[in-house]
Protein backbone atom coordinates (compact mmCIF):
# COMPACT_ATOMS: atom_id res chain seq x y z
CA UNK A 1 0.00 0.00 0.00
CA UNK A 2 1.03 3.85 -0.72
CA UNK A 3 0.02 6.43 1.34
CA UNK A 4 0.35 10.08 -0.05
CA UNK A 5 -0.15 12.82 2.66
CA UNK A 6 -0.71 16.84 1.54
CA UNK A 7 0.27 19.64 4.29
CA UNK A 8 1.03 23.45 4.12
CA UNK A 9 -2.44 24.49 3.22
CA UNK A 10 -4.56 27.52 4.66
CA UNK A 11 -5.91 30.74 4.38
CA UNK A 12 -3.93 33.58 2.95
CA UNK A 13 -4.29 36.99 1.70
CA UNK A 14 -3.97 37.83 -2.11
CA UNK A 15 -0.31 38.37 -2.96
CA UNK A 16 0.66 35.89 -1.02
CA UNK A 17 2.70 32.49 -0.80
CA UNK A 18 2.13 29.35 0.78
CA UNK A 19 4.43 26.30 0.24
CA UNK A 20 2.43 22.32 0.26
CA UNK A 21 3.72 19.48 0.18
CA UNK A 22 3.36 15.48 -0.41
CA UNK A 23 4.83 12.84 1.39
CA UNK A 24 4.72 9.16 0.14
CA UNK A 25 5.45 6.01 2.68
CA UNK A 26 4.33 2.92 1.87
CA UNK A 27 5.34 0.13 -0.36
CA UNK A 28 7.43 2.45 -2.97
CA UNK A 29 10.28 1.17 -5.73
CA UNK A 30 9.96 4.17 -7.88
CA UNK A 31 8.02 6.94 -8.56
CA UNK A 32 7.33 7.81 -12.50
CA UNK A 33 5.87 11.32 -12.12
CA UNK A 34 4.21 13.05 -9.60
CA UNK A 35 1.18 16.10 -9.88
CA UNK A 36 -0.58 18.86 -8.32
CA UNK A 37 -4.28 19.16 -9.11
CA UNK A 38 -6.91 21.55 -8.09
CA UNK A 39 -10.34 21.36 -7.37
CA UNK A 40 -12.18 24.52 -6.94
CA UNK A 41 -15.77 24.64 -5.31
CA UNK A 42 -18.56 23.46 -8.09
CA UNK A 43 -15.48 22.87 -10.64
CA UNK A 44 -13.56 19.99 -11.63
CA UNK A 45 -10.35 18.85 -10.78
CA UNK A 46 -7.86 20.38 -12.53
CA UNK A 47 -3.81 19.59 -13.31
CA UNK A 48 -1.82 22.55 -12.33
CA UNK A 49 1.25 21.41 -11.94
CA UNK A 50 3.30 18.07 -12.92
CA UNK A 51 7.05 16.90 -12.79
CA UNK A 52 8.65 13.83 -14.34
CA UNK A 53 11.04 11.88 -12.00
CA UNK A 54 14.44 13.87 -12.12
CA UNK A 55 12.93 16.07 -14.96
CA UNK A 56 11.22 19.77 -14.69
CA UNK A 57 8.14 20.39 -14.03
CA UNK A 58 5.27 21.78 -16.81
CA UNK A 59 2.36 24.20 -15.54
CA UNK A 60 -0.80 25.19 -16.18
CA UNK A 61 -0.98 28.94 -18.11
CA UNK A 62 -2.99 29.57 -14.93
CA UNK A 63 0.22 29.22 -12.60
CA UNK A 64 3.08 29.74 -14.51
CA UNK A 65 5.24 31.85 -13.20
CA UNK A 66 3.88 31.80 -9.91
CA UNK A 67 3.97 27.95 -9.03
CA UNK A 68 7.08 26.23 -8.61
CA UNK A 69 6.94 22.22 -8.56
CA UNK A 70 10.25 20.70 -7.27
CA UNK A 71 10.55 17.10 -5.91
CA UNK A 72 12.97 15.12 -3.12
CA UNK A 73 13.55 11.70 -4.37
CA UNK A 74 15.73 10.53 -1.08
CA UNK A 75 12.51 11.58 0.84
CA UNK A 76 9.62 10.49 -1.30
CA UNK A 77 8.56 14.47 -1.65
CA UNK A 78 6.84 16.47 -3.79
CA UNK A 79 6.28 20.19 -3.02
CA UNK A 80 4.48 23.33 -4.70
CA UNK A 81 5.85 26.37 -4.27
CA UNK A 82 2.70 28.98 -4.41
CA UNK A 83 3.40 32.81 -4.51
CA UNK A 84 1.90 35.97 -5.63
CA UNK A 85 -1.80 34.01 -5.04
CA UNK A 86 -4.72 35.01 -6.75
CA UNK A 87 -8.30 34.50 -5.48
CA UNK A 88 -8.90 31.79 -8.31
CA UNK A 89 -6.53 29.99 -6.50
CA UNK A 90 -8.79 28.84 -4.10
CA UNK A 91 -9.87 25.36 -3.53
CA UNK A 92 -8.55 21.25 -2.35
CA UNK A 93 -4.99 20.62 -3.83
CA UNK A 94 -4.68 17.32 -4.60
CA UNK A 95 -1.46 15.44 -4.47
CA UNK A 96 -1.00 12.71 -7.26
CA UNK A 97 1.96 10.42 -7.94
CA UNK A 98 2.64 6.96 -10.54
CA UNK A 99 4.36 4.91 -7.81
CA UNK A 100 6.14 1.46 -8.36
CA UNK A 101 5.66 -0.84 -5.86
CA UNK A 102 8.44 -3.25 -6.81
CA UNK A 103 10.48 -4.18 -9.93
CA UNK A 104 7.93 -6.65 -11.03
CA UNK A 105 4.90 -4.92 -10.08
CA UNK A 106 2.90 -2.00 -12.95
CA UNK A 107 2.54 1.32 -11.45
CA UNK A 108 0.06 2.94 -9.81
CA UNK A 109 -1.76 6.22 -9.60
CA UNK A 110 -2.46 6.87 -6.16
CA UNK A 111 -4.20 10.42 -4.63
CA UNK A 112 -3.56 12.33 -1.23
CA UNK A 113 -7.09 13.48 0.51
CA UNK A 114 -6.14 17.11 -0.11
CA UNK A 115 -5.15 20.36 1.46
CA UNK A 116 -7.70 23.43 1.41
CA UNK A 117 -6.52 26.47 -0.01
CA UNK A 118 -8.33 29.93 0.83
CA UNK A 119 -7.12 33.24 -0.83
CA UNK A 120 -8.98 36.21 0.39
CA UNK A 121 -9.03 39.28 -2.42
Known amino acids: QVQLVESGGGSVQAGGSLNLSCAAS????????MGWYRQAPGKQRELVAG???????NYADSVKGRFTISEDNAKNMVYLQKNSLKADDTGVYYC???????????????WGQGTKVTVSS
Open 96 to 110: DEDVRAGVARPPRRH
Open 26 to 33: GSIFSIND
Open 51 to 57: IMSGGTG
